[in-house]
């Protein structure tokens, strides 16, 4: 956008956009803008922020002024909001071009704020605070001034809620239908990318890609198109904007990660899931101190359970006033730690996206255990454990931690033990080493597989199939081998239905293991041969 409107690159345009449609097709505004571009990114909570927010804003100024070889004088201030203004009253006086604002990451320092320090959030953006009057400059310049457009990007639509009146002059665009493939890349951009960076081969359900050796030998190593397509999708797509989007889009910077490998090395990352993105567990974690922590706790809970969650899509929201389960369902949408399922009746479901996000809130559900249980999990021994199941297709040591985590939970208020709870805990664990590509609730022809763990790399020997079931101790405890014989063959009848599915039929070294609890206790552990 920048590019395009800016008078600037006037000069440029057909060598930047001759060959795409927006060169083709070139409107009356282009090449047509001084653009005044901000970029917030750079601002975090543990600076001063206003004066930081102040030199942002004089940068910025200093060096629109450069681009454009402005030299004329105006008063300077001490304040962001007032710099602005006198700068921008001046430049109507020296110049007949109008102004096109953008601005990159307007609430990203806000929504730090919003978790830590909700009385400062309230300082900053509510009335009398520095970033609302900032943006009460840009409206007041836009309806009767210089500025003729503004755009901006953010996460999410709190802190201009939190300014109202101050900036009532915005559209929300974020659920448009028709930017929805703006915001990710489509499969067929997927495979674009695909054909780019390959090399040729006649073989169209081929990768082939070029590694070179010391001894001056080319060597191309190649790869089934399907199969690297189809793991795409699971990791990286699945994303919805719009309850009206006909597609659903891939994580572009996950893909641009994922091809990146290929560049360098000729192979796919070892790890799936950029670090970049796999540390947004603090984020998420954050997210979840927010107001009622309980509350938000139980979605947590309901979403790794995959229970259907409902909710009006939140348009704006106000810390000041209700911040209940619809507004946090719909702040982990804009977020894109849910994303848009289904909508009938006024009401949008939504789900967890892709395997990437899934992987960041197992991660945190692991920490928040580790907390609640005064409890630290030996990670390397978590890792080796699930190794063995991996190499040996045993499995007796990853039950025994299960066991003692799920043993120094027991006395929490929060921890409600059955057969859900327990799935989230050893979803959790088995995700931890990325070994397994991990699905609860599977779906087969004949059913849903409790657990399915489904080799990610090819040095795992075994993959396995789980049947979870658990009883109440007391249950147990009244009338036990009796109940315990009915639960087994119970589960026993569903696995073998459940693997004698088309789709396992060729698998070789499939284990198929059934383990009931009672308690904290595995009382009962099979393998189906």
């Not at 804003?57 to 030299?71: A, G, H, P, Q, R």
């Not at 699971?234 to 719009?242: E, H």
């Not at 290929?262 to 670090?275: A, C, I, Q, Y």
């Amino acid at each position: 956008m920048e590019h395009y409107y800016d008078l600037a690159y006037k000069d440029q345009f057909n060598d930047l956009f001759s060959d795409l449609y927006i060169g083709k097709n070139k409107t009356n505004l282009a090449s047509s803008y001084y653009i005044l571009k901000f970029d917030f990114s750079g601002i975090e909570r543990k600076t001063n922020l206003e004066e930081d927010f102040f030199n942002e804003i004089k940068v910025t100024i200093n060096s629109f002024m450069d681009k454009y070889n402005l030299d004329f004088k105006f008063r300077e201030t001490n304040t962001a909001h007032s710099y602005l203004q006198n700068f921008l009253t001046k430049l109507e006086d020296q110049s007949n071009n109008n102004v096109y604002v953008l601005i990159d990451e307007y609430d990203h320092f806000a929504n730090e704020l919003l978790s830590f320090e909700a009385d400062e959030f309230n300082n900053v953006f509510s009335k009398g605070g520095f970033v609302r009057k900032f943006f009460e400059v840009l409206k007041k310049k836009t309806t009767s001034g210089i500025i003729e457009r503004i755009f901006a990007t953010g996460v999410t639509p709190i802190a201009l809620d939190s300014m109202t009146s101050g900036f009532n002059i915005a559209s929300d665009l974020t659920s448009d239908p028709n930017l929805n493939q703006l915001l990710g890349f489509t499969i067929k951009e997927v495979r674009a990318i695909i054909d780019q960076i390959s090399s040729e081969s006649p073989d169209e359900k081929v990768i082939s890609f070029k590694q070179k050796f010391k001894e001056s030998r080319t060597r191309y190593t190649t790869f089934n198109k399907k199969e690297i397509i189809k793991k795409l999708k699971d990791y990286y797509n699945g994303y919805s904007f719009s309850p009206e989007a006909e597609n659903k889009v891939f994580n572009s910077d996950m893909i641009l990660y994922y091809f990146n490998s290929f560049l360098r090395n000729s192979k796919e990352p070892l790890e799936l899931v950029d670090k970049n993105i796999s540390s947004d567990y603090f984020k998420l974690e954050q997210l979840f101190s927010l107001k009622d922590k309980q509350n938000n706790f139980e979605v947590l809970k309901s979403i790794l359970k995959k229970e259907i969650q409902e909710a009006k899509i939140s348009r704006e929201f106000n810390l000041n006033s209700r911040f209940n389960r619809e507004d946090f369902i719909s702040l982990l949408f804009y977020l894109g730690f849910l994303t848009i399922s289904k909508h009938e009746f006024n009401l949008t479901q939504f789900e967890i996206p892709n395997y990437a996000v899934k992987e960041i809130y197992f991660d945190y559900f692991v920490e928040i255990v580790s907390r609640a249980s005064n409890f630290e999990v030996d990670n390397l021994k978590i890792k080796k454990s699930i190794i063995e199941i991996a190499k040996k297709g045993e499995i007796t040591q990853f039950i025994e931690i299960i066991e003692k985590i799920i043993s120094k939970l027991s006395n929490r208020d929060f921890i409600k033990f059955d057969e859900k709870y327990i799935k989230i805990l050893m979803l959790s664990y088995l995700m931890l080493p990325e070994i397994y590509n991990v699905k609860s609730e599977y779906e087969v022809e004949n059913g849903y597989l409790d657990i399915a763990l489904f080799k990610r790399m090819e040095e795992v020997k075994y993959e396995a199939l789980i049947e979870l079931k658990y009883l109440k101790n007391s249950d147990y405890k009244k009338s036990g081998s009796k109940l315990l014989k009915k639960t087994a063959a119970a589960a026993r009848t569903q696995l073998l239905k459940y693997s004698n599915a088309d789709e396992f039929k060729e698998t070789e070294n499939l284990k198929k293991w059934i383990i009931i609890f009672a308690g904290t206790e595995a009382v009962y552990v099979e393998e189906i041969k």
